[in-house]
């Protein structure tokens, strides 16, 4: 039971809506290293993109027994041990760098998101516990709220301390000397040694944090009662929960594709030709847009059918992607840019969607769609394999067949009573 008083209330609050900025910035920062890292060990786009599938393959590998962790340890230890974990991860990079290998980076990452994993699955329940049901969601969205936050100003933070020196060319390496060549490659791997050692620091700290606050754990049992669970085939009867989770992994897919590739195509020379810096510069203005969209979404929905309008988002992004695939110049980046804005309301909804009208499989279809997340992982992975074959610029046509679907289930759920 919930016997936490007003002041414990407020103080838990903070510190798990601290963790949610957190979890946001780490998962945005990717962006940063994708460039970077690409620039260090000169990686093709499918390489460069093992980034994103290694940190979201993460979910789809950990999400199970994240949530046995949770049973077990409930939901406040499991946040802190999350937050440990990730300290770990974020740790790792001091090694990877120092050794300069893009496997042990790898490595890293996947340890790193392993932490978050647990983070997520114990942290949205948590949150919804810290108080009466009625003000539950609300609660909620001031996290996501933060989440978004997280997301919006890590490009801007990671481009100063990681991209602050000009990443050169594959070409350029190549007319250095040897000698030039190291200590070019050993500077560039070791930018993010100090970022991530502090972003360890404080993954630590907070979990030191989490762990010595008096609270209650708040494992969501309830004494004496038996609890009926449905299985996981059961719960897949349902289309909405099927086309949900489908929709969930091409949202997310879509989301990290973009993202993960917006430097790239924003600093080439028949887009904006800027610097990398520079375009990590702008980054935050489509992560910015998810959290700006979030308010706005969330204020629309008490009056509008929410997934009608999930499929007008959707339509909307799908043609936002489309300008950018078939224009040049900074018009191309901006339309891109702008999709975020119509990101923000997608993940919710589809969740929410999903799950609606579940019963007891609710819990079996929270997890299903919290391992199609997953789709992080695959789709900035084919959209490489294919901006490798053709251009990067063309490769958005992936993203855009994902809203597209999204587009579908978003008008296919609104005509359900």
């Known amino acids: 039971m919930n016997t936490m008083n007003e002041a414990q209330r407020k103080k838990a609050l903070i510190i798990v809506s601290s963790i949610f900025f957190m979890w946001g910035f780490l998962t945005c920062l990717n962006d940063i290293l994708i460039p970077h890292l690409k620039g260090v060990f000169s990686l093709s786009y499918t390489e460069s993109a093992l980034i994103q599938f290694t940190f979201f393959g993460a979910y789809f590998i950990m999400s199970l027994p994240a949530g046995t962790l949770v049973s077990k340890l409930g939901y406040k230890n499991s946040i802190s041990a999350g937050l440990f974990v990730s300290a770990i991860g974020a740790f790792l990079f001091v090694p990877a760098a120092k050794i300069e290998s893009y496997p042990l980076f790898l490595g890293a990452l996947f340890v790193l998101a392993s932490g978050i994993t647990v983070l997520q699955v114990a942290a949205n329940a948590y949150v919804t516990l810290l108080g009466t049901e009625e003000t539950a969601s609300s609660r909620l969205n001031l996290a996501q709220a933060l989440n978004s936050l997280g997301t919006t100003v890590a490009p801007k933070i990671g481009g100063l301390f990681i991209l602050s020196a000009t990443v050169l060319t594959a070409d350029q390496i190549a007319g250095m000397g040897l000698a030039e060549q190291l200590a070019y490659k050993t500077e560039q791997a070791q930018a993010v040694q100090g970022p991530y050692t502090v972003l360890g620091l404080i993954l630590l700290l907070l979990a030191v944090g989490m762990y010595l606050l008096k609270l209650p754990n708040l494992q969501d049992k309830e004494a004496g009662a038996e609890k009926t669970e449905a299985t996981f085939s059961q719960a897949l009867k349902h289309s909405n929960l099927v086309m949900g989770v489908i929709a969930l992994f091409l949202y997310v897919g879509a989301e990290v594709s973009i993202g993960s590739f917006l ?84 993940f919710p909804t589809i969740f929410s969607l999903g799950i609606r009208g579940l019963g007891a499989a609710t819990e079996k279809a929270s997890s299903l769609l919290v391992m199609a997340i997953v789709g992080g992982a695959i789709i900035p992975l084919i959209q490489g394999v294919v901006a490798d074959r053709m251009n990067l610029q063309h490769a958005f046509i992936l993203p855009l067949v994902c809203y597209l679907f999204i587009c579908f289930y978003g008008f296919k759920e609104s005509s359900k009573k």
Not at 281 to 294: D, E, K, M, N, S
């Open 263 to 346: 430097i790239n195509f924003i600093s080439q020379s028949d887009i904006m030709g800027i610097t990398e810096s520079a375009a990590a510069g702008l980054v935050p203005i489509y992560w910015g847009g998810a959290l700006v969209g979030r308010f706005v979404g969330a204020f629309l929905m008490r009056k509008w059918n929410a997934a009608k309008m999930l499929g007008i988002a959707a339509a909307i992004a799908a043609v936002l992607v489309a300008g950018a695939v078939l224009s040049t110049g900074p018009a191309a980046a901006w339309t891109l840019l702008a999709v975020g804005l119509f990101n923000s309301i997608m």
